[in-house]
């Protein structure tokens, strides 16, 4: 799926127990997201990154926190999960063009349940 | 506070009915708006609108921008039972750059 893989696909865990997960690009993008996706919203950014070390709070970022050392990688990690966080989280990545336009391609999504 | 709305939220058609998405904005620093559309899995880009007035055509899909009134339409002639999908707008800014806030969705179903 145009050079963007997210890991795991699904995962259930427990409330209260930490969750980490991975989006891997071989696009050589400098911008990469995750956004979450519930019934009845579209989705809704939860941060964002701009380059190596380089990331910034979306719209629902408590409770989470992210990291990016490479730039193929960027991991989503929630520390303590909580039933809310039950989601189907999409990793996105893009290159803003000079048309002036921040087209994004999104992984396959993961499906998280919080029980 | 940036806002996208969509609507209708969804809509039930018949295989070869025409069908008129909406996507409104108020948002600061508008740059361009896009379109996606999601069938069961990731999201697909569709259009991207930056000046208005200019409509983008793709087959039987076509959407057009108004940055005077700040909405766009997205129009689906001769409706297939493979166009049923979540429709998605987003908009993105010139500051922020990177940033994109998308509305919550027109779930389109075509019946045969």
């Known amino acids: 799926d145009a050079g963007i893989t997210q890991s795991p696909r699904h995962k259930v865990t427990e409330t209260g127990t930490p969750v980490t997960l991975r989006c891997h690009q071989t696009?050589?993008?400098?911008?990469m997201y995750w956004y979450r996706q519930d019934p009845g919203h579209g989705l809704r950014l939860i941060h964002y990154?701009?380059?190596?070390?380089?990331?910034d709070k979306g719209e629902v970022s408590d409770g989470y926190s992210v990291s990016r050392s490479k730039t193929e990688d960027f991991l989503l990690t929630l520390e303590s999960a909580t039933s809310s966080q039950t989601s189907v989280y999409f990793c996105a990545i893009s290159e803003s063009s000079v048309s002036g336009a921040n087209v994004l391609t999104f992984g396959a999504g993961s499906r998280l349940t919080v029980l | 506070e940036d806002k996208v709305v969509q609507s209708p939220l969804s809509l039930v058609v018949h295989e070869g009915d025409t069908v008129t998405l909406n996507c409104s904005y108020e948002?600061?620093?508008?740059?361009?708006l896009l379109w996606y559309k999601q069938e069961k899995k990731a999201p697909t880009f569709l259009f991207m609108l930056?000046?208005?007035?200019i409509e983008k055509k793709s087959g039987r899909l076509s959407s057009i921008l108004d940055k005077k009134e700040l909405f766009s339409i997205l129009n689906i002639t001769a409706t297939q039972t493979g166009d049923s999908a979540v429709y998605l707008c987003?908009?993105?800014?010139?500051?922020?750059?990177?940033?994109?806030?998308f509305g919550d969705g027109t779930t389109l179903t075509v019946k045969p």
């Open positions: 930056t000046s208005s007035g």
């Open positions: 990154s701009y380059g190596v070390k380089d990331t």
């Open positions: 987003a908009v993105d800014y010139f500051t922020n750059a990177g940033k994109s806030t």
């Open positions: 696009e050589n993008h400098r911008y």
């Open positions: 948002v600061t620093n508008f740059r361009s």
